[in-house]
C-alpha cells in the first residue's frame, strides 16, 4: 500500500469515529476554524475573520461555523472581560484533547 492510501485511511478512520472528528473534517471552513481556535486557546470572531483568507472561507461562513460550533458543543462563547461586545470562542477541553490525537496520528503517519 501507498503512503497516499494509508493517509486515506487514517482521513477515512477518523472521519467516522466521533462527532467531532467528523465536524473538523467537515470541510476546509472546519478545520482552518477549530485550528484557530485551538491554536490560540481563546479567539473573537474578528481575530478569526482576519486570520483566514476570505477567498478560502467567507465572512459569514466563518459566523455559521462558529455558531454550528457552539450548538454542537465543540466551542465555548464566552463574553470578554475587557470589551462585552466581543465573544471569544475555545475549544473544550475533551475536544482539544481528541484534536491532539488526530494531530499525533498525522505525525505519525509523515515519519513512516
Known amino acids: 500500500m501507498s503512503n497516499y492510501f494509508n493517509f486515506f ?3 477515512n478512520h477518523n472521519y467516522s469515529k466521533n462527532d467531532f472528528i467528523s465536524f473538523f473534517w467537515k470541510s476546509r471552513g472546519h478545520m482552518l ?3 484557530l481556535i485551538a491554536d490560540s486557546k481563546i ?4 481575530e478569526i475573520n482576519e486570520k483566514i483568507n476570505y477567498r478560502i472561507v467567507s465572512r459569514s461562513t466563518i459566523k455559521l461555523l462558529l455558531d454550528e460550533g457552539v450548538l ?7 463574553t470578554d472581560a475587557k ?20 494531530s499525533k496520528n498525522i505525525n505519525n503517519f509523515k515519519n513512516t
Open 9 to 11: 485511511n487514517l482521513i
Open 33 to 35: 476554524v477549530t485550528l
Open 72 to 78: 454542537q458543543g465543540y466551542y465555548t462563547k464566552l
Open 43 to 46: 479567539t473573537n470572531f474578528e
Open 83 to 102: 470589551d462585552k461586545r466581543k465573544k471569544n470562542y475555545k475549544l473544550t477541553t475533551d475536544n482539544l484533547s481528541k484534536l491532539s490525537s488526530i
